[in-house]
């Protein structure tokens, strides 16, 4: 009977000593069946207060997430694949991690960010990839706009996604190709009726107004992701501020003469010395963007992500965490950005090595940070309007599409590791 009774102790000693204590989502190319909504797993923990660390460079970027029933069940409900740690086997993980001798560094993700995206009302999801990403992943966000914008709304969040917006007030250049399209026309209609109801002659005025709203944000703390043509357009609406370079069809008058001597690149977040385009019938604000300039076959349309110190630059190391350096190319109005025509305080993060062009960037503005994301679409080379829309359960690993979401959950990161 003693004898049992010694027996049944050691063996509630071994089963707390062998009892879980932490979860690891492995970010690796070949362990994790959803790298995207594995973000949403850890959002969730995080908003959910649970502990959770983000492991830059382990195993791609995996989460360390506090064990919990509610945690394995929702990785199990959402197909996130997941592995039970033991205390010594994370002490193990955390000790080679913090090695001098290894890139890595465990990062505590500790605030769940409140993620705002300006968009139009009436817009899908598949028409913006941040968009339905976000919503694959299951991480909330509110769409917001001109008039929530202008309200000084932008202080209730965190993060702030440009939809793909022209800034300039030029309509996306869409007049040489659909300006007699409906839904060319109604767009037009529709935001020069919005311009009027919050007082403003022109639409191109407008849209000056809140690109420089937005920049306040970022300067007071924010962060901002951008892709396509919200970023060039953003950055020449502040280079332009109080400069008329829209014509007559855009606007109802002519533009400024010499319009492009009065560009203040002082002005712009990324992007100095551009060039704007003057044919309203072109497809194309400046010389920024690289799409008519560069010749690289659809088969040969990669580029490279910059690897970084972990310890010691965590910003870029995080933005860049991937299960692969080498990203498929695809392509926007806006599918990269002539590095020339980028000031020199600005990361480049990804770079297209067969010409140069840069197509993921960042910096820093004031007290908050932006990243610029050339394309569209990462899982559509070539998107063109009234594409059907991408269905990402069949491209749960795509890495395009996990460098959107490492900006979405990097301001979750422990202030202290955000100083640079």
């Avoid at 009726?193 to 191109?204: E, N, Q």
């Avoid at 349309?301 to 995080?318: G, H, Q, R, V």
Wanted: aromatic share 12%.
């Amino acid at each position: 009977m003693m004898l049992k009774k010694v027996f049944l102790i050691i063996l509630i000693q071994i089963s707390f000593t062998v009892k879980a204590s932490f979860i690891l989502l492995p970010m690796d190319e070949t362990t994790q069946q959803n790298h995207l909504k594995a973000y949403g797993i850890t959002y969730w923990c995080i908003e959910k207060k649970y502990k959770a660390s983000w492991l830059l460079n382990y195993r791609g970027g995996s989460f360390l997430l506090a064990d919990a029933s509610e945690i394995r069940k929702e990785c199990q409900i959402r197909g996130v694949s997941f592995e039970v740690l033991s205390d010594a086997e994370t002490n193990q993980i955390l000790e080679e991690i913090s090695s001098p001798s290894q890139n890595m560094e465990a990062v505590v993700l500790e605030k769940a960010p409140k993620v705002a995206v300006y968009t139009p009302s009436g817009k899908q999801p598949w028409d913006d990839a941040v968009t339905l990403v976000l919503t694959y992943a299951e991480i909330p966000f509110t769409p917001i706009y001109d008039q929530e914008v202008l309200s000084d709304q932008l202080i209730l969040y965190d993060w702030l996604h440009l939809h793909h917006e022209d800034f300039t007030g030029q309509y996306g250049k869409f007049f040489g190709s659909n300006r007699n399209s409906p839904w060319y026309i109604d767009q037009k209609a529709t935001a020069e009726a919005l311009a009027t109801k919050l007082g403003y002659k022109k639409v191109s005025e407008e849209k000056a107004d809140i690109a420089k709203k937005i920049r306040d944000f970022v300067i007071g703390g924010g962060f901002m992701f951008a892709m396509c043509s919200a970023t060039d357009s953003f950055d020449i609406a502040l280079a332009a501020d109080g400069v008329d370079i829209c014509e007559t069809m855009f606007d109802g008058d002519a533009s400024e003469a010499n319009y492009q001597s009065k560009i203040n690149y002082s002005n712009s977040f990324a992007f100095k010395d551009f060039i704007l385009d003057r044919r309203p019938d072109h497809y194309e604000f400046s010389n920024i963007d690289m799409t008519e300039k560069r010749i690289i076959p659809m088969e040969k349309d990669y580029f490279t992500l910059m690897e970084f110190s972990a310890k010691w630059d965590p910003i870029p190391s995080m933005l860049c965490q991937n299960h692969t350096q080498l990203i498929k190319g695809f392509m926007g109005q806006t599918t990269a950005f002539d590095a020339s025509l980028i000031k020199s305080n600005i990361l480049n993060m990804g770079t297209c090595e067969l010409n140069g062009e840069a197509r993921y960037i960042h910096g820093q503005k004031g007290k908050g940070m932006f990243t610029f994301f050339g394309g569209h679409d990462p899982e559509d080379y070539r998107h063109q309007v009234g594409d059907p829309a991408t269905v990402l359960d069949l491209h749960p690993n795509s890495p395009g599409y996990r460098l959107i979401l490492n900006n979405v959950l990097f301001p979750a990161a422990k202030k202290k590791k955000l100083k640079t």
